[in-house]
Nanobody, 117 residues
């Protein structure tokens, strides 16, 4: 199971750090990612990180502002969000997929991020 937290209300230009805590074993056997869904829009990819943390990728819309990381010993993934914009307002979901799989099979419940202008 995945539990996302850390969302909240922040002014434009501010920062938030999201966390995603995993339960169960073999956390380090999963690639992980963050997605988000704004009201009336489809869920979209934000960032992903490999099982070791050695490689990551970002959506163009967040590149240079967001940083994804993970601590396998703590079974936790993070998303540091800086220079937040109103268009970053969404429910943020963490997700995981076994290494070698193409689809994300496990999803957390989401945490709301609201950026005011």
């Amino acid at each position: 199971q995945l539990q996302a937290c850390g969302g909240g209300l922040v002014q434009a230009g501010g920062s938030l750090r999201l966390s995603c805590v995993a339960s169960g074993r073999a956390f380090s056997s999963y690639d992980m990612a963050w997605f988000r869904q704004a009201p009336g829009k489809e869920r979209e990819f934000v960032a992903r990180i490999t099982w070791s943390g050695g490689s990551s990728a970002y959506a163009d819309s967040v590149k240079g502002r967001f940083t994804i990381s993970r601590d396998n010993a703590k079974k936790t993934m993070y998303l540091q969000m800086n220079s937040l914009k109103p268009e970053d307002t969404a429910v943020y979901y963490c997700t995981a997929r076994p290494v070698g799989r193409s689809t994300y099979d496990y999803w957390g419940q989401g945490t709301q991020v609201t950026v005011s202008s």
